[in-house]
């Protein structure tokens, strides 16, 4: 693992929380990506902290991973270090606020929120991965998006020292914060500002959602949810379907048969292959339409 020493994280993780060469492959919503040199599980903010500042000091390269649901690893793996941030799982109600860690799931999140009758988090309850990662890309969907809801967030920076934030210092915008510019800064915790609401409302309104994601949307594949960044006055699905390509593969990458938003791994895709079909259809929007189709999901590792 190019002479990189793991060995100082054992100081501060137990054995279990540390694994070499784990396989990407386990952590990603596609299912898709080589090996980590050593992949890291703390369980708490302050192990988070010093694993940061102990990478830091020796000089070893580190990746921040949420749930994966929005990464596609290169099939050589990652060199270096990757921090999981999902064991960091407190999740709380203060008054008209929602506090939550980092790893806690986005879905479970909103359901929480729904419990405690807060509205604003709906449009959550069928984003995948966590909290960290929906607010870190500004995830978003039915007309909602996490900037409307962050309040502020507590962050590590790379030398382990802890950092706040409040909204209008995210610098929010369409799929991006200030988190995707820095990427060595790891989002620990966020504070979600929400209407308190009619309980049995904001269920349905929940469940409606969860039924038109049903109806639409390919959730018994393995994708990265939208492959796409929607271009301005088009829509990256539309213009996918229009191309024929439904269906359309490269290997077991494929363009999902019920939203030609969506590209699923349909059992043993490797990433070359999903990078393919995305090149693949970049070049054939841009040809017919004109549009520089931007990836919504993130691409990291070595070939």
């Known amino acids: 693992m190019n002479g990189m020493n793991f060995t100082i994280f054992s100081s501060i993780l137990k054995k279990e929380q540390i694994r070499l060469g784990e396989p990407m492959a386990r952590h990603t919503t596609f299912g898709i990506g080589g090996p980590a040199d050593c992949f890291l599980m703390p369980a708490s903010k302050e192990e988070l902290r010093r694993v940061c500042a102990a990478a830091q000091r020796e000089g070893l390269p580190f990746f921040i991973i949420g749930g994966g649901a929005n990464l596609l690893v290169r099939d050589g793996g990652i060199r270096g270090v990757v921090i999981s941030t999902g064991r960091l799982q407190s999740l709380r109600a203060d008054g008209g606020v929602i506090v939550a860690e980092a790893g806690v799931a986005t879905a479970r999140t909103a359901r929480f929120a729904m419990e405690q009758g807060l509205s604003g988090m709906e449009f959550a309850g069928g984003i995948p991965g966590t909290i960290g990662g929906a607010a870190f890309m500004n995830a978003g969907a039915y007309g909602g998006e996490m900037s409307r809801i962050v309040r502020s967030a507590v962050t590590c920076s790379a030398d382990g020292k802890l950092h706040s934030y409040g909204r209008e210092e995210i610098d929010y915008a369409y799929r991006h914060s200030l988190f995707m510019d820095r990427p060595q800064e790891v989002l620990l915790e966020l504070t979600l500002a929400l209407t308190p609401g009619d309980k049995e409302e904001i269920r349905a309104r929940m469940a409606d959602y969860d039924r038109r994601r049903h ?16 271009p301005e006055g088009h829509f990256a699905g539309a213009m996918i379907e229009e191309l024929g390509l439904k269906g359309y593969s490269v290997g077991d990458a494929a363009v999902s048969s019920k939203h030609a938003g969506f590209l699923i791994n349909k059992g043993r895709a490797t990433c070359a292959d999903m990078v393919a079909l995305i090149r693949d259809i970049q070049a054939r929007v841009k040809a017919r339409y004109g549009v520089d189709l931007e990836p919504e999901v993130q691409i990291i590792g070595e070939d």
């Open 215 to 230: 109806e639409k949307q390919p959730l018994e594949a393995r994708s990265a949810g939208s492959t796409f960044k929607r």
